[in-house]
């Protein structure tokens, strides 16, 4: 069983084992990303599912302005004086819980004491937002001890602040977004320029099934990070030309292959990607609404291509997984999802025919360390809440 109930439960009972007494629980879900890679911080859009995998926080308000955190997944306790959190941070575990409580102090919210149990069950580093998702979970958790009315888009700028100046990943809006703001049996087809947002429901015939690699992703940080300062080097050229170009969303393709002799060819592919990707959301937002799973499927190897060729943030793994999915029956498309270089692709499969694709998948995809890749059938799941 895969539902909230199960990461929420572990942090219940382990909470009242350390305290003895009953806490509130707040979850978070994580995110498989449908379309629209690498667009979020170039003010585009993107397609986001929130999905049946979630961190849990149990917690109980602390009266002397302490925060102090178990993570039942590292079996860890570390706890810091609220008003001795200053940005920067570092970037493990307790620094993701440190972080939001930083941001919201930062942001003017009165921010209480807490004591927190955390567990989940999202595969870390599996491009599957597991950050994102323990981020807002925290948020969650510190609203309700604060008296802070919870705001969903509010809250997941505030954890991108909190991940981009004190983790130090400068991650886009994307994965704390959808961690905040998912909606069950939906996808969200966000504006990432003004956080404008539709929801998309998932045809009951379409399963979107992630498959990990097995390989997590190590140097994702600096490389993400270079491919970010790759796109705002085309915007810098793109500028000297039409100063009202503000971002990549601001490029049509013509626009930008005008603009292909004044960069350099690395910058050029970058940005390419990028124009074209931004019409893929909407795109596929379409193809689910019309039942066209053909055409989703086509938009989905679509993406795919470019990331590997144009983005170069695929990997032999994420090759060799999507090329087997395309292969199995029931199959409409697969692409990576997430940031790339390893973690999770996403397949478009036909419900009926969801379970047997995972049988086959399992047998057919060993990852590097030899053990067979784990898939899961996504439920589209609710954003932060308590339970
Ligand atoms: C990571 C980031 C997101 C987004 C994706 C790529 O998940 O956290 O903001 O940029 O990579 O689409």
């Known amino acids: ?30 995110r498989v990303n449908l379309v629209g890679e690498h667009t979020d911080y170039n003010d585009g859009y993107v397609l986001p599912m929130g999905i049946d995998l979630h961190v849990a926080v149990a917690f109980a ?8 955190a178990r993570s039942v997944t590292v079996e860890e306790t570390r706890q810091v004086d609220l008003v001795e959190l200053s940005a920067p941070g570092g970037s493990e575990w307790f620094d993701y819980v440190a972080a939001v409580a930083w941001a919201l102090a930062d942001a003017g919210e009165p ?34 001890v604060s008296s802070v009315q919870w705001d969903p888009p509010k809250m997941a700028r505030l954890c991108q602040r909190a991940e981009n100046q004190y983790v130090g990943v400068n991650c886009g809006i994307m994965d704390q977004y959808a961690a905040a703001a998912s909606r069950a049996g939906c996808a969200l087809l966000l504006d990432c320029r003004d956080l404008t947002v539709t929801p998309v429901e998932i045809p009951s015939r379409a399963s979107f099934v ?34 009202a170009i503000r971002a990549l969303r601001d490029v049509t393709p013509d626009g930008l292959a005008a603009a292909e002799p004044l960069m350099h060819p690395e910058t050029y592919s970058r940005a390419k990607h990028v124009v074209e990707e931004m019409v893929r959301p909407q795109q596929l937002a379409e193809a689910l609404q019309a039942g066209d799973l ?67 998948m399992q047998r057919r995809y060993s990852a590097p360390g030899g053990e067979s890749g784990y898939c899961h059938i996504c439920v589209p799941s609710d954003g932060a809440k308590l339970v």
């Open 1 to 30: 069983m895969n539902s909230p109930a199960v990461p929420a439960m572990r942090a219940r009972q382990r909470f009242i084992d350390l305290h003895g007494s009953e806490p509130l629980v707040a979850v978070a879900p994580g």
């Open 61 to 68: 308000p602390r009266r002397d302005g302490q925060l102090r």
């Open 111 to 144: 921010v209480g004491g807490i004591d927190m149990v955390i567990a989940g069950n999202i595969p870390i580093g599996s491009g599957l937002s597991s950050s994102a998702a323990l981020e807002v979970s925290v948020a969650r958790a510190l609203c309700e």
């Open 210 to 243: 992630v498959m990990d690699t097995g390989v997590r992703r190590t140097l994702a940080g600096s490389a993400y990070n270079r491919r970010r300062a790759s796109c705002e080097a085309a915007v810098a050229r793109l500028r000297e030309r039409d100063p």
């Open 294 to 360: 053909e055409t989703a499927g086509r938009v989905m190897n679509e993406s795919h291509a470019s990331l590997r060729d144009l983005y170069e943030v695929s990997s032999a793994e994420l090759e060799e997984i999507t090329e087997l999915a395309r292969n199995t029956a029931g199959c409409y498309g697969a692409r990576m999802t997430g940031a790339g270089f390893g973690g999770c692709a996403v397949a478009l499969v036909e419900t009926d025919m969801a379970s047997s694709f995972v049988g086959r």
